[in-house]
C-alpha cells in the first residue's frame, strides 16, 4: 500500500485522476462510500469472499484483490456465503476449468437466497475466448468479468459493477502496464511472495499460460527492492520471488540485469532471512545463479527444475530448448555444487505422440536425477496451442497406466531423499499449527521439507532449530533444540 495516500482526503467529487495508480486509489475512496451507505441501510459491513485456483501467481494476485476489498470496507469471509464473491481462475489444465464451473452452479443457488450478491471472476481462464463466450450465454448471473492484463483496474471495476445490474465484461489482449503500490493484504504476516516479472515468452507447444498472461515482463529492480524493504519492515522474513521463468529476468529491461544479480541485491536485504524463487527454466539456468545460491547464506536449498519429459525427441515436440542429456548434466552439476539442495519437478505423461521408449526415457531421467518431489499431470490438450492440433493423441489407458508407473517411482524416490535428513539438525522457519493437532507447529526447512513438533502458537513466524526425530516418508515429526 502506497502510505502517502490517505483514502478519506480523497476528493471524490472531482473527475477520476487519469494516472495509475491514483485512479484506483479515487475508486477504493468510492467503494468505501458504497460500503458505508450499505452498512447504513443494513446494520452491519458487507462481506466477500475471494477463492483462488492455480499457482503461485494467482495467490499473489488474489492477495492484491484482498488488499482493496479491505480498503474499500468488506469484511473477509471463509466461503461462499458473502455478498461479493470473486473466483481468481486457472486455466493450465482443462479440471481447473471444470472446477470453476462446478462452483458456479453452487453460486448460482446461493445468489438466489441473496439477490444483492454480486459474483466476480478474473484470471488466466477469463483470457479465453470461449469462455467469455460460455459466460455471456449461459452465466448471466456472473457479474464482472475481468483478465490477467487489467487486474491492476479491479477497484474500477469493483465500483461499477456495484452500482450497476448489468454483466461487466473487460478483457484486454494484452499490455505493456506494470502498476506499482496498490494495497496488497498478505496471507501470511511473515512470508510473502514478490512478483519480479510477469508473462511468458517460451511457448512450450502444450500450455496456455503465454496466451493468457501475454508477454514477459520483468518489474525493475528497483521497484523489486523497495517493495521487499517495506515487506521486510513490515515482519516479512520469507520471500518468494515469482515469475513463469525467473531465469530470463530482466533481460528486457533497458538496463539489463540477471537473476543472479537480482538475488545478490535481495540479500543484502536487513530483516530478510530466506530467498526462495519459483520457476526455473533448465534451457537458461546460468552457472552464475548456481555460484549465487551457493554461496548465500539466504537462498533456500530448494530447487524446482521442471523437467516435462525425459524423451528428446518429446522434449522438441514440446518447444522446450534442451535434450535429455543436457538436462541431466544440469541436474548433475547442481547436485554436485550444492549437496544439500532438494530438486523438485514437474513431469507431463501422455504428450501427442509420446511412445512407450519416450516413457521409459523419462523414468530413467527419474531415476538418475532422483527427486526430493515431483508433481506429475497428465497431459491436458489446450485449445489454442500447437500440441492441440498435433496428431498421435496417446490412448487414455496408456497413459493412465505410464502415470501410476510414474507415480510409484517419484514417491518411492522422494522417501528415500527425505529420509537422508534424519537425526540431523535443521532451522525451519514455523508457519502455522498443524491441521489435526492443534498441540503441534509445523515448520518449513530451507529444502522445503515439513517438519511437525511440540511447541507454543507464539513461535508462529519465527526461524527455529528442530531435531529431525522420525522420517514419515515425506514429512517429519521432531522436537524444538
Ligand atoms: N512456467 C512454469 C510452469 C507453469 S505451469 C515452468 O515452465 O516450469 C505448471 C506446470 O503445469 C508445468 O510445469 C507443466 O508441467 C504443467 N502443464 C502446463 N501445461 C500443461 C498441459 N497442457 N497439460 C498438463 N500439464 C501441463
Ligand atoms: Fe508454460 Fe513453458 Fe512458459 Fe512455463 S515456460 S509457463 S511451461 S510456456
Ligand atoms: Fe494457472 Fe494461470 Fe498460473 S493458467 S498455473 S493460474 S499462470
Not at 83 to 108: M, P, S, W
Amino acid at each position: 500500500m502506497n502510505p502517502e495516500i490517505d483514502l478519506d482526503k480523497i476528493d471524490m467529487n472531482a473527475e477520476p485522476p487519469a494516472e495509475e495508480p491514483a485512479r484506483q486509489y479515487y475508486f477504493m475512496a468510492k467503494c468505501r462510500e458504497w460500503v458505508r451507505e450499505f452498512e447504513q441501510k443494513n446494520g452491519r459491513r458487507p462481506t466477500a469472499f475471494t477463492q483462488t485456483f492455480g499457482c503461485q501467481m494467482n495467490a499473489r494476485d488474489s492477495e492484491k484483490l484482498t488488499g482493496i476489498l479491505e480498503q474499500a470496507g468488506f469484511i473477509e469471509t471463509q466461503n461462499e456465503h458473502a455478498d461479493f464473491v470473486i473466483y481468481n481462475t486457472c486455466t493450465v489444465r482443462e479440471n481447473a476449468n471444470q472446477k470453476v464451473y462446478g462452483h458456479l452452479g453452487l453460486l448460482k443457488h446461493e445468489k438466489k437466497s441473496n439477490p444483492c450478491m454480486r459474483i466476480a471472476l478474473c484470471g488466466c481462464m477469463m483470457q479465453e475466448p470461449g469462455v467469455v463466450e460460455k459466460l455471456k450465454k449461459s452465466y448471466r448471473f456472473v457479474d464482472l468479468v475481468f483478465g490477467t492484463h487489467n487486474i491492476f483496474k479491479f477497484a474500477e471495476l469493483l465500483y461499477q459493477t456495484l452500482n450497476s445490474k448489468e454483466q461487466i465484461i473487460d478483457i484486454w489482449e494484452g499490455t505493456e502496464q506494470i502498476v506499482e503500490d496498490l494495497p496488497v493484504e498478505r496471507k501470511y504476516s511473515f512470508k510473502s511472495g514478490v512478483n519480479i516479472m510477469f508473462g511468458c515468452n517460451n511457448f512450450c507447444s502444450y500450455c496456455i499460460v503465454p496466451y493468457v498472461r501475454g508477454r514477459e515482463r520483468s518489474r525493475r529492480p528497483e521497484d523489486i527492492i523497495r517493495e521487499i524493504e517495506t515487506l521486510a519492515a513490515d515482519g516479512v522474513s520469507e520471500v518468494m520471488l515469482l515469475g513463469q521463468n525467473v531465469n530470463s529476468y530482466g533481460k528486457t529491461l533497458k538496463d539489463s540485469i540477471s537473476f543472479g544479480e537480482l538475488l545478490r541485491r535481495v540479500e543484502k536485504i536487513d530483516g530478510i532471512a530466506r530467498i526462495r524463487f519459483m520457476t526455473s527454466h533448465p534451457k537458461d539456468l546460468s552457472d552464475e545463479l548456481i555460484q549465487v545460491m551457493k554461496e548465500s547464506k539466504k537462498v533456500c536449498r530448494h530447487l524446482h527444475l521442471p523437467l516435462q519429459s525425459g524423451s528428446t525427441r518429446i522434449l522438441k515436440a514440446m518447444n522446450r530448448k534442451y535434450t535429455k542429456e543436457q538436462y541431466l548434466e544440469l541436474a548433475g552439476k547442481i547436485r554436485r555444487e550444492i549437496p544439500d539442495i532438494s530438486l523438485t519437478t514437474d513431469i507431463i505423461v501422455g504428450f501427442p505422440g509420446e511412445t512407450e521408449e519416450d516413457f521409459l526415457e523419462t523414468m530413467d531421467v527419474v531415476k538418475k536425477v532422483c527427486y526430493d518431489n515431483a508433481y506429475t499431470f497428465i497431459y491436458s490438450k489446450r485449445t489454442g496451442t500447437p500440441a492441440a492440433a498435433m496428431e498421435n493423441q496417446v490412448p487414455e489407458a496408456e497413459v493412465k497406466s505410464r502415470f501410476d508407473r510414474l507415480l510409484n517411482l517419484v514417491q518411492e524416490n522422494a522417501r528415500s531423499q527425505t529420509a537422508r535428513f534424519a537425526g540431523t539438525v535443521q532451522e525451519v522457519l514455523i508457519e502455522e499449527v498443524n491441521e489435526h493437532d492443534p498441540s503441534l507447529l509445523t515448520g518449513r526447512m530451507s529444502n522445503n521439507l515439513l517438519v511437525h513438533f511440540p511447541g507454543d502458537v507464539s513461535l508462529i513466524g519465527r526461524i527455529r532449530k528442530v531435531k529431525l526425530e522420525v522420517c514419515k516418508g515425506f514429512y517429519y515429526m521432531g522436537t524444538l533444540v
